[in-house]
């Protein structure tokens, strides 16, 4: 059995990253990757999570100004279990609700200490794109995520207003030297 690290997301992980998608979309998240268009063209889906050129299968409205961001995915014993992305630069959006860092374990994979491991792997790849501070937001009810954030070392900012058109958050910095 091996120890878990981040990766760059690689067709190997094909099957299990499908399973994942599918945990995902139980949960009603992740709606905007259809399964079967994934599945059907796997590497092209792969190409464009390592372009580094913003998330390419997540649509944003026109006014969200894309910024470069690096995708890891977190593997145990050639198991996919979560994604981080790693935003090389703040936008106005992500300074309120978006932050440097964002991650996610898929269902079947939570409560056994993968989302610690996920932040705390992420922070040397932030340090090296240049990012010695990381911003992280997180939902105020998203207690698993609030105390994942605040293990690692994070410090609560503030909490951002909630809006017609975005939940509220609350904004965390960690420390990536």
């Not at 981040?6 to 990253?17: A, G, H, Q, T």
Request: a neutral charge.
């Amino acid at each position: 059995m091996s120890a878990s690290k981040l990766v760059r997301p690689d067709i190997e992980y094909k099957d299990s990253f499908l399973k994942a998608l599918a945990e995902y979309h139980a949960e009603g998240r992740q709606l905007y990757n259809d399964i079967h268009r994934v599945a059907n063209d796997f590497p092209g889906f792969i190409n464009a999570l390592r372009a580094e050129r913003g998330y390419p299968h997540q649509p944003f409205q026109d006014w969200v100004e894309p910024v470069p961001e690096t995708i890891l995915w977190l593997v145990k014993d050639d198991e996919y279990i979560g994604t981080a992305d790693i935003r090389h630069r703040l936008n106005w959006h992500l300074e309120k609700w978006g932050g440097n860092i964002h991650f996610a374990i898929r269902p079947s994979m939570r409560g056994k200490g993968f989302g610690k491991k996920i932040l705390t792997k992420a922070k040397p790849f932030a340090n090296y794109l240049g990012i010695e501070r990381a911003l992280i937001t997180v939902a105020p009810d998203n207690l698993p995520a609030i105390n994942i954030v605040e293990f690692c070392g994070a410090t609560l900012r503030d909490k951002t207003p909630e809006t017609d058109q975005f939940p509220s958050r609350l904004r965390y910095w960690l420390d990536c030297t």
